[in-house]
């Protein structure tokens, strides 16, 4: 409901059978989501609307996720998690992180500065928004269509085995000083 917001996900690691976790507010500083190994979509967000605001609060620092090649959607958007390994996802379509909105820079600055994305073949749509990432790997992917990088810390990028590409957003990347696109 509006206003409404997880504080405690104790249990949530007896639904082993779960393929989707959506969890639109959640005011916790750590999640254990390794016995879910069925999952295939997982939206955890910090943050609660009332019926005219939306309050953002990245209290979720910490997120331990499953072991799996089930997983597609991966969506930790307005959370600053101090790390983030995507690594074990060889089916991973979609990745959504960063903070949607403006933060304070002491919640931005413990986010991660590089992100690894080389094991994700299939990846499709990345959106980063307001994040601390100053280097992304996308090497070896041709399949993304969506990359949404949007007021990060990136120096350069390099966009030239997107074969797939639709979309291209950098915007407010002040640091940026070279996109390869050949």
Same mark, same amino acid.
């Given at each position: 409901?509006? =206003?409404?917001? %997880?504080?405690? @996900? #104790? =249990?949530?690691?007896?639904?082993?059978?779960?393929?989707?976790?959506?969890?639109?507010?959640?005011?916790?500083?750590?999640?254990?989501?390794?016995?879910?190994?069925?999952? $295939?979509? %997982?939206?955890?967000? /910090?943050?609660?609307?009332?019926?005219?605001?939306?309050?953002?609060? @990245?209290?979720?620092?910490?997120?331990?996720? @499953?072991?799996?090649? *089930?997983?597609?959607?991966?969506?930790?958007?307005?959370?600053?998690?101090? +790390?983030?390994?995507?690594?074990?996802?060889?089916?991973?379509?979609?990745?959504?992180? =960063?903070? #949607?909105? *403006?933060?304070?820079?002491?919640?931005?600055? +413990?986010? @991660?500065?590089?992100?690894?994305?080389? /094991?994700?073949?299939?990846?499709?749509?990345?959106?980063?928004?307001?994040?601390?990432?100053?280097? %992304?790997? %996308?090497? =070896?992917?041709?399949?993304?269509?969506?990359?949404?990088?949007?007021?990060?810390?990136? #120096?350069?990028?390099?966009?030239? $085995?997107? #074969?797939?590409?639709?979309?291209?957003?950098?915007?407010?990347?002040?640091?940026?000083?070279?996109?390869?696109?050949?």
């Amino acid at each position: 409901g509006i =206003g409404v917001f %997880i504080t405690d @996900p #104790t =249990g949530i690691e007896d639904f082993t059978n779960l393929t989707t976790l959506d969890w639109g507010s959640v005011k916790i500083t750590s999640l254990d989501l390794s016995a879910l190994t069925s999952l $295939e979509k %997982i939206v955890v967000k /910090s943050g609660y609307v009332t019926s005219n605001q939306l309050y953002l609060n @990245p209290t979720l620092t910490s997120i331990i996720l @499953p072991d799996t090649d *089930t997983l597609k959607e991966l969506d930790l958007t307005n959370n600053a998690l101090s +790390s983030i390994d995507v690594s074990k996802f060889s089916n991973l379509e979609s990745l959504y992180l =960063g903070l #949607t909105a *403006t933060i304070s820079e002491d919640n931005r600055s +413990s986010m @991660p500065k590089t992100l690894d994305l080389t /094991s994700n073949k299939k990846l499709k749509n990345l959106v980063v928004w307001t994040a601390n990432f100053e280097s %992304i790997d %996308i090497s =070896g992917i041709t399949s993304i269509e969506y990359l949404i990088l949007v007021n990060n810390y990136l #120096t350069s990028l390099d966009v030239s $085995e997107l #074969t797939d590409l639709r979309q291209l957003w950098v915007t407010g990347n002040e640091k940026l000083y070279c996109i390869k696109v050949t």
